[in-house]
Nanobody, 122 residues
Framework: QVQLVESGGGLVQAGGSLRLSCAASGRTTNVMGWFRQAPGREREFVAAISSAGGRTYYADFVKGRFTVSRDNAKNTVFLQMNGLQREDTAVYYC?????????????????WGQGTQVTVSS
């Protein structure tokens, strides 16, 4: 099993920034990433990073604004979010996948954190 614990969410004004962190423990995983879910909407892919950090993939709506990174020595993955908009308001979930391929469907990922709320005010 893998345990994932997110931190760093909160309330921010539009145009501001937040940095989410996700600490992993337990068995080794490969791809790690972030999803989000707004009220009344399905969980959607945000960003992911390969095990060595050499490959990243982003949803179109965050390209140029969000950056995913990882520190394998600390078993931690990060999501730097800049230029936040009201539409980014959601619960953000850290996820880990045993696959070496970056996948974007939430149902295909193996492990999940409890989520952290991000609220962007105008």
């Amino acid at each position: 099993q893998v345990q994932l614990v997110e931190s760093g969410g909160g309330l921010v004004q539009a145009g501001g920034s937040l940095r989410l962190s996700c600490a992993a423990s337990g068995r080794t995983t490969n791809v790690m990433g972030w999803f989000r879910q707004a009220p009344g909407r399905e969980r959607e892919f945000v960003a992911a990073i390969s095990s060595a950090g050499g490959r990243t993939y982003y949803a179109d709506f965050v390209k140029g604004r969000f950056t995913v990174s990882r520190d394998n020595a600390k078993n931690t993955v990060f999501l730097q979010m800049n230029g936040l908009q009201r539409e980014d308001t959601a619960v953000y979930y850290c996820a880990a996948d045993r696959s070496v391929v970056i996948r974007t469907r939430a149902t295909e990922w193996d492990y999940w954190g409890q989520g952290t709320q991000v609220t962007v005010s105008s």
